[in-house]
């Protein structure tokens, strides 16, 4: 894997849409590619893909996915969070190793997940996703 391989389809940041230039498609590369895939994977909720309804995390209790095991809908629970957290963003391809991994829950009941990868193409940028529970 180099810099210039595409990684995936560009989607825009905050909304997730695909974005084009002059109707074509755009590809992230690099660390930008793997800081989106890490992104892709920790949204990506557990039976959502027709392909493989094992891929994902287990944000809810449904059929595949026990109570004991969903993250949200129950008492939560940090630690288990923060397994699945980690073991989501260690599949990415490109990622060697995860710097900083945290995840604080708030008064308006928002989990807040901040993480910072080493990459193949060097370190991200700390990142946060703000999640509704």
């Known amino acids: 894997m180099n810099s210039d391989t595409p990684l995936d389809l560009y989607?825009?940041?905050?909304?997730?849409d695909l974005?084009?230039?002059q109707n074509d498609?755009?590809?992230v590369t690099?660390?930008?590619?793997i800081?989106?895939?890490?992104?892709?994977?920790?949204?990506?909720?557990?039976?959502?893909?027709?392909?493989?309804?094992?891929e994902g995390l287990?944000?809810?209790e449904r059929e595949g996915v026990p109570a004991e095991d969903a993250l949200i809908g129950q008492k939560f629970n940090k630690i288990k969070a923060l397994d699945a957290y980690r073991q989501a963003l260690l599949s990415v391809p490109g990622v060697n190793e995860i710097i900083q991994l945290d995840i604080n829950v708030d008064s308006t009941r928002t989990m807040r997940v901040t993480w910072q990868l080493r990459t193949v193409f060097?370190?991200?940028?700390?990142?946060v996703l703000d999640i509704g529970v």
Not at 11 to 16: A, E, I, K, N, V
Not at 30 to 33: A, D, F, S, T, V
Not at 122 to 127: I, S
């Open 11 to 16: 989607l825009d940041p905050t909304s997730h």
């Open 122 to 127: 060097g370190d991200t940028p700390v990142n």
């Open 19 to 21: 974005v084009f230039d």
């Open 58 to 60: 287990p944000y809810f």
């Open 30 to 33: 690099g660390i930008h590619g």
């Open 35 to 54: 800081q989106q895939c890490a992104k892709i994977a920790m949204l990506m909720v557990r039976g959502e893909w027709f392909k493989d309804l094992d």
């Open 25 to 27: 498609v755009i590809w």
